[in-house]
């Protein structure tokens, strides 16, 4: 029988943040960084361009274009980008205090397409369950999700909302459309994850440009500014024409060498009317962001859903383009507009809950972005207090494993630590000089800590040691050539050190006593 007390947890992740692969295996053909990128790079297929969707599209019975399969699915939640927040999630549920459900979907596909397999698989699952729904989304997820919270508020506990995008379109991925999915130093390319030929296919990107009706923020929806610094309106750039991103040499218009056929932009135009289709259903209302016309039910439907939203107003974040009509140009390299925000959305949007509903606004760590920030020690806290009730067993047990990751995490940060100091000392100094630091560091430490009322036999361990250091030092030194020369001399040096201090061997002391003191010891009887 199902715990009632158990949470039954949903994560949606966000843009980029889900696995892909062939529904027939292999390690072609996938989406699992940094792994399939070195794949990608080894086959020739610089910035996974083997993840290309088709380019053909068929009508159905709706009458709109659908794009044809590639035989790519989503299969699970990238780990290079979220590990700490899914090894928490996964040692919540392995200790059954939560059921774990992760949802994920293809980015690359339209959103059309994605949310409303998010919106049935969310249904199968609650269907399937007596317990209400505790969402858990991050960026697009919520997008995505939003559509379903709408229409069944009665599913849903709570949602935490990590720096999601619900309301407000954003032209920042215009960038990606011309340069890729790319680490730019100035405008020059560093690593490129995706190309700008696979982006081109993917609907799902072209989402996020406003259409005309939905509620702006500043500016009236449009995302670009004139030289003056006055705002375009959207009928003047209309993103989900293909004549704008001709005119202004967007996306292929871009980095195409040959002319842009007239297959490729008619898919370019297919992409535009899907995302079209999908902005208009969910975003256009009449009023503003806070208008009950955003919610499927009257509002006191939604009374208990107790929504947090988790994110970051500490950095400049992009808000709108330059672009000069007159001479068709803009650089969307760099942004004409900043605002607060986490570094990919600007604060009023992950801050922003449709249809006026309530929400507790909670601050990331310091210094985290709109990627890193699903990574927070603080988030995990969050999630715990949203689970459990205070005092329960499930939370405690809960704080005993958020410890434990914390220790680990720790541990691991020391371990990294020192392995880049000695990695510096190696390269600077060659492995004499890690021998050298490694023999000094201990000893010199357990010296100065030596209390001659408490242990006066470790006199003879320190001054003993210090002897012997000392000793092959100098006659390194003054014979470098000779020990160059011998082989495994180092390593055998190692643990020459070792022997000499380890608590169980004590060598310092043997060395004292088999070899010092009788040397002492001869001298005084001849001196007598």
């Known amino acids: 029988?199902?715990?009632?007390?158990?949470?039954?947890?949903?994560?949606?992740?966000?843009?980029?943040?889900?696995?892909?692969?062939?529904?027939?295996?292999?390690?072609?053909?996938?989406?699992?960084?940094?792994?399939s990128g070195f794949l990608s790079l080894a086959q020739g297929k610089l910035g996974h361009s083997d993840l290309k969707l088709p380019t053909s599209w068929t009508k159905?019975?709706?009458?709109?274009?659908?794009?044809?399969?590639?035989?790519?699915?989503?299969?699970?939640?990238?780990?290079m980008v979220q590990n700490k927040l899914l090894v928490f999630l996964e040692a919540l549920h392995k200790n059954s205090l939560i059921d774990l459900h992760k949802v994920v979907w293809d980015w690359r596909r339209s959103f059309e397409e994605s949310e409303a397999k998010i919106a049935?698989?969310?249904a199968l699952i609650y269907n399937n369950d007596s317990r209400k729904i505790s969402l858990l989304t991050h960026g697009s997820g919520a997008m995505l999700s939003w559509p379903t919270v709408s229409r069944n508020p009665e599913w849903f506990s709570s949602w935490v909302n990590i720096s999601g995008m619900v309301l407000y379109g954003n032209s920042k991925y215009l960038k990606e459309f011309n340069h890729g999915l790319t680490q730019m130093v100035g405008k020059k390319p560093l690593i490129k994850a995706l190309s700008e030929e696979a982006i081109f296919t993917f609907p799902g990107l072209y989402s996020y440009f406003p259409v005309k009706g939905e509620p702006g923020i500043e500016n009236g929806g449009s995302n670009f500014v004139k030289p003056d610094?006055?705002?375009?309106?959207?009928?003047?750039?209309?993103?989900?024409?293909?004549?704008?991103?001709?005119?202004?040499?967007?996306?292929?218009?871009?980095?195409?060498?040959?002319?842009?056929?007239?297959?490729?932009?008619d898919h370019l135009q297919h992409c535009l009317d899907a995302a079209k289709r999908f902005r208009q259903q969910y975003?256009?209302?009449?009023?503003?962001?806070?208008?009950?016309?955003?919610?499927?039910?009257?509002?006191?439907?939604?009374?208990?859903?107790?929504?947090?939203?988790?994110?970051?107003?500490?950095?400049?974040?992009?808000?709108?383009?330059?672009?000069?009509?007159?001479?068709?140009?803009?650089?969307v390299s760099k942004s004409r507009v900043t605002c607060a925000g986490d570094k990919s959305l600007p604060s009023t949007t992950w801050q922003t809950i449709p249809g006026g509903l309530n929400s507790e606004i909670v601050m990331s760590e310091k210094r985290s972005t709109h990627v890193?920030?699903?990574?927070?020690?603080?988030?995990?806290?969050?999630?715990?207090?949203?689970?459990?009730?205070?005092?329960?067993?499930?939370?405690?047990?809960?704080a005993e494993i958020l410890q434990r990751m914390e220790d680990d995490n720790y541990q691991a940060k020391l371990v990294a630590a020192v392995f880049l100091i000695f990695s510096f000392i190696l390269g600077y100094g060659g492995l004499k000089l890690?021998?050298?630091?490694?023999?000094?560091?201990?000893?010199?430490?357990?010296?100065?800590?030596?209390?001659?009322?408490a242990s006066p036999q470790d006199a003879v361990q320190w001054l003993t040691y210090w002897i012997v250091y000392q000793t092959l030092y100098i006659t390194e030194g003054l014979f470098p050539f000779i020990f160059k020369n011998i082989p495994y001399y180092f390593s055998a040096k190692m643990g020459v050190y070792l022997w000499l201090v380890h608590p169980d061997t004590n060598g310092a002391r043997v060395v004292f006593n088999q070899l010092i003191r009788p040397t002492l010891e001869k001298r005084r009887k001849k001196e007598e």
Not at 6 to 24: C, D, M, N, R
Not at 243 to 255: D, M, N, Q, V, Y
Request: net charge negative; with cysteine.
């Open 1 to 35: 029988m199902t715990d009632p007390t158990k949470p039954l947890v949903i994560f949606v992740p966000g843009l980029y943040a889900s696995t892909l692969a062939p529904a027939e295996g292999g390690l072609k053909r996938t989406w699992n960084p940094p792994l």
């Open 120 to 122: 049935e698989e969310i």
């Open 434 to 453: 890690v021998i050298d630091v490694v023999g000094f560091l201990y000893p010199a430490y357990m010296t100065l800590h030596y209390d001659p009322e």
């Open 372 to 398: 890193t920030m699903v990574n927070d020690a603080k988030l995990r806290y969050l999630l715990m207090d949203s689970f459990f009730e205070e005092g329960s067993d499930k939370k405690i047990l809960c």
């Open 229 to 265: 610094g006055s705002y375009y309106t959207l009928d003047e750039i209309d993103l989900h024409s293909v004549s704008t991103w001709e005119k202004l040499s967007l996306g292929i218009f871009a980095w195409k060498e040959d002319t842009v056929t007239e297959e490729e932009k």
């Open 283 to 331: 975003f256009v209302r009449e009023g503003g962001p806070q208008h009950a016309s955003f919610l499927n039910k009257d509002k006191t439907a939604y009374d208990h859903l107790k929504i947090t939203c988790y994110g970051n107003d500490k950095f400049r974040t992009h808000s709108a383009f330059e672009v000069d009509l007159e001479e068709k140009l803009i650089d």
């Open 60 to 79: 159905n019975e709706e009458g709109d274009f659908v794009q044809d399969e590639d035989g790519i699915r989503a299969n699970g939640c990238l780990r």
